[in-house]
T-cell receptor, first 114, second 116 residues
């Protein structure tokens, strides 16, 4: 079975600060990794995903994530956050075999103060 | 619009009643998923449809929950004899291709279910 851990439950940053949200997964085989974002009052949207190739993945709105296989991690980063990045961020995984549904982490609520 | 749509957006019901939640996936998407988002459990998978294959029901929490997908498009999630712990936001997602793990799942706005 696969699982995802997001250790930061609530992060508060000032505008222009750098962001790193942790994500660790547990799965014995090849994984596909995703970061989704949920802005206040909006539906879940894909930020970025990794399934193969360059472990540094760039997504929308200046976000990037790095897959480190040896650490079972897929941390999300942004060099300079904006107030509009206030949202909840979810890391998710699908293994290459078995169930095709996403297994989500518990989410990290990011609050950016102007 | 071209996104996933769900109805109703909000549903308030009394304990013991049955409810039906509807999902219209993006046109042409062959895979359809139901999840629910609740305070206590986070985002959890319920059921997955892929084309004409038998659905993966492994996430359904009890036999009070069922879902069907008619004509490979619209899906209905039914909860019988609702309980207060069923209160949650029920999310539907769809994806384009034949169940590849790399496919992006596109989410709808959800149905907020409140069981009194």
């Amino acid at each position: 079975a696969q699982s995802v851990s997001q250790h930061n439950h609530h992060v508060i940053l000032s505008e222009a600060a750098s962001l790193e949200l942790g994500c660790n997964y547990s799965y014995g085989g090849t994984v596909n990794l995703f970061w989704y974002v949920q802005y206040p009052g909006q539906h879940l949207q894909l930020l970025l995903k990794y399934f193969s190739g360059d472990p540094l993945v760039k997504g929308i709105k200046g976000f990037e994530a790095e897959f480190i296989k040896s650490k079972f991690s897929f941390n999300l980063r942004k060099p300079s956050v904006q107030w509009s990045d206030t949202a909840e961020y979810f890391c998710a995984v699908i293994g290459d075999t078995g169930r095709r549904a996403l297994t989500f982490g518990s989410g990290t609520r990011l609050q950016v103060q102007p | 619009g071209a996104g996933v749509s769900q109805s109703p957006s909000n549903k308030v019901t009394e304990k013991g009643k049955d409810v039906e939640l509807r999902c219209d996936p993006i046109s042409g998407h062959t895979a359809l998923y139901w999840y629910r988002q609740s305070l206590g459990q986070g985002l959890e998978f319920l059921i997955y449809f892929q084309g004409n294959s038998a659905p993966d029901k492994s996430g359904l929490p009890s036999d009070r929950f069922s879902a069907e997908r008619t004509g490979g498009s619209v899906s209905t999630l039914t909860i019988q004899r609702t309980q207060q712990e069923d209160s949650a936001v029920y999310l539907c997602a769809s994806s384009l291709a034949s169940g590849r793990a790399t496919d992006t799942q596109y989410f709808g706005p959800g149905t907020r279910l409140t069981v009194l």
